[in-house]
């Protein structure tokens, strides 16, 4: 059937964003389809709905209620991708099957194999043997350094003299040295009076102490046409299959027609009880589908998998998915009790991130404004523009309070930049500024000097109640997020949604099977809505995102100097 384009004016769920195209939250448009292009969309051409039937009917039924607009989980929604096709169905037997409680889908990695890590040099009669491996995790392979290429080691000496040193490629091979894997490299210098070997506080490296630190790139051989010369580098799939378990949530919405019948009486006539009273049926559902959305979203930040057993190779080890069975009251349907799957959780934004290495615990230590964007602000922003994605703005979401503290740590950015000499003037009206109205976001713009890079501060009520709730348990570090998130390549997973609402105490159906009922005039009647959705949470790229936590919010983020990187790794 045609949808019309007016359910837009009451409800909020059928919207779409262009996330992808912009790159960030604050700079992509909310859209809102035209009736034929909903129709497109929303169905398969036959006339009945795809999939996502059953989630935006229960989603329209929360917004007819009145349910009050929660931003965050209307753009979590408008950002989902269906999945459904990626189901994997295992047959068990003759008309029996079960579903895997997980998606295989790609997650990108950023490749860098263009800087190694220097882990030893040394010098024996002009033949220089160079230990180097990957600073991240490239396989380690002699195709990196054929022979007749250059590379060029970049140090430092001991005295402090910057080294630059420019070797040609004799032969490689895979080794290990202190106990990492390496590639062993042996090579004959190339430096002329101007180089590496001129440099007065390394003239004494002939055969002495070798160097262990530094940065080795590669560069392209010299070779002539009518020289043999047949080398290949490795070529890397920046794809990983990787399992995306998901689950199904259940919420229930019922109306008791004798609940009604005695609520309106007894409003009637009753102040009181009007004023203090229980709530009607609709407010009573606007609520549970207000606590839904919130409990979704609390799940799709946190969640953790079920059990050790949540891996690939374990899974069937997980708890049974059996069918319902009511057969001790006596009424037997074919089925019951069957295996149809096992039970899963669907893994969260941040177990994801600190699975990969990207979530950050300061341990209530000061938040440093320079290593935040030299230490991790640069190389988000470099992973995203290898992986093609809008990078001129990066967004940072966080509480309000963590932003205003924010802001008092970029006066002293800015401030020390210029020497003491920058003048600041906040206008009264910026309060009218840096918001988006359709879904409740406000932010701050920063302009940085290196990254060059615009970065916005975003704020939301979901950032705000964590934060105070963990501030009012005094724990309040523990609250602090800054939470830098690429939704270009974090999305719901929707596999499917669901959506049944049965009558019971029909006065007609229960005298067709209980001859007493026949004798009945009048039953009340209870609708109860049963709703589900099946989904995952998918983050495709973690270098494109990364997670500071549990930083002390009572010391202003500082803004003047830089001491050393972010080590505190958060340790899964």
């Known amino acids: 059937m045609p ?41 398969d051409g036959s006339g009945h709905f795809r999939d996502m039937k059953a989630l935006l009917a229960t989603q329209f039924e929360i917004k007819a209620c009145g349910a009050r607009t929660n931003g965050l989980f209307d753009f979590l929604m408008s950002n989902k991708r269906m999945m459904g ?86 032969s490689s091979q895979v080794s290990s040295f202190g106990g990492a894997d390496t590639i062993l490299i042996t090579a004959t210098a190339q430096n002329d009076t101007l180089g590496w070997v001129a440099k007065a506080a390394f003239s004494g490296f002939t055969g002495g102490s070798p160097l262990s630190a530094g940065v080795v790139v590669r560069g392209s051989a010299n070779v002539q046409d009518v020289e043999r010369w047949c080398y290949n580098r490795p070529a890397l799939n920046d794809r990983k299959h990787v399992p995306f378990w998901f689950e199904t949530d259940r919420y229930t919405m019922c109306t008791d027609q004798l609940y009604e019948a005695w609520f309106k009486r007894l409003q009637t006539g009753n102040e009181y009880f009007k004023l203090f009273g229980d709530v009607d049926a609709t407010q009573r559902n606007k609520q549970l589908g207000d606590i839904f959305q919130r409990e979704w979203i609390n799940k799709f930040f946190w969640n953790k998998r079920i059990s050790t057993n949540q891996t690939l190779g374990s899974y069937r080890s997980l708890a049974e998915v059996t069918t319902w069975s009511n057969a001790t009251q006596g009424l037997y349907l074919p089925g019951e009790g069957r295996c149809v799957g096992r039970k899963a959780n669907a893994i969260g934004v941040y177990e994801q991130l600190a699975e990969c290495g990207q979530v950050f615990d ?107 709730a963990m501030q009012l348990e005094n724990v309040g570090s523990a609250g602090r997020f800054l939470w830098i998130l690429d939704f270009t390549s974090i999305y719901p997973g929707v596999i499917t949604s669901n959506s049944k609402k049965h009558t019971t105490g029909d006065i007609e159906k229960l005298a067709a099977i209980d001859q007493d009922y026949a004798c009945v005039m009048e039953n009340p009647t209870q609708e109860i809505s049963l709703n589900s959705l099946t989904w995952t949470a998918v983050v495709e ?32």
């Open 3 to 43: 949808i019309s384009s007016n359910i837009f004016e009451k409800c909020l769920p059928a919207i779409g964003n262009n996330v992808a195209a912009c790159g960030a939250v604050t700079l992509c448009d909310i859209i809102t389809a035209e009736s034929d292009e909903l129709t497109n969309i929303f169905t």
């Open 85 to 170: 096709n990626k189901k994997i169905v295992t047959p068990l037997g003759p008309g029996n099957s079960e579903i895997a409680p997980f998606v295989l889908a790609h997650q990108h990695s950023v490749i860098n194999a263009e800087y190694w890590s220097l882990k030893n040099l040394s010098n024996s009669a002009g033949t220089y043997t160079i230990h180097v491996n990957s600073r991240a995790s490239i396989p380690l392979t002699t195709e990196w350094f054929v022979p007749g290429m250059n590379i060029y080691v970049n140090a430092r000496s001991a005295a402090g003299t910057a080294l630059r040193g420019s070797f040609l490629v004799v």
């Open 362 to 468: 300061l341990q209530n230590q000061q938040l440093n404004l320079i290593e935040l964007f030299e230490n991790l602000i640069y190389p988000i922003w470099r992973a995203r523009g290898d992986q093609g994605i809008p990078n001129d703005t990066i967004e940072i979401f966080t509480d309000s309070y963590t932003a205003s503290q924010f802001q008092r740590g970029m006066i002293e950015y800015y401030d020390t930049r210029s020497d003491g000499l920058a003048r600041f003037m906040i206008e009264t009206n910026q309060v009218c500024h840096g918001k988006m109205g359709q879904l409740g976001f406000s932010y701050d713009s920063y302009k940085l000097q290196y990254p060059q890079v615009c970065i916005r501060i975003v704020t939301n009520n979901f950032f705000d109640d964590f934060a105070t």
């Open 541 to 572: 790229c973690p270098a494109t995102s990364a997670i500071v936590e549990n930083f002390d919010i009572t010391r202003i983020p500082k803004g003047d100097a830089g001491s050393s990187p972010y080590t505190d790794l958060y340790q899964v």
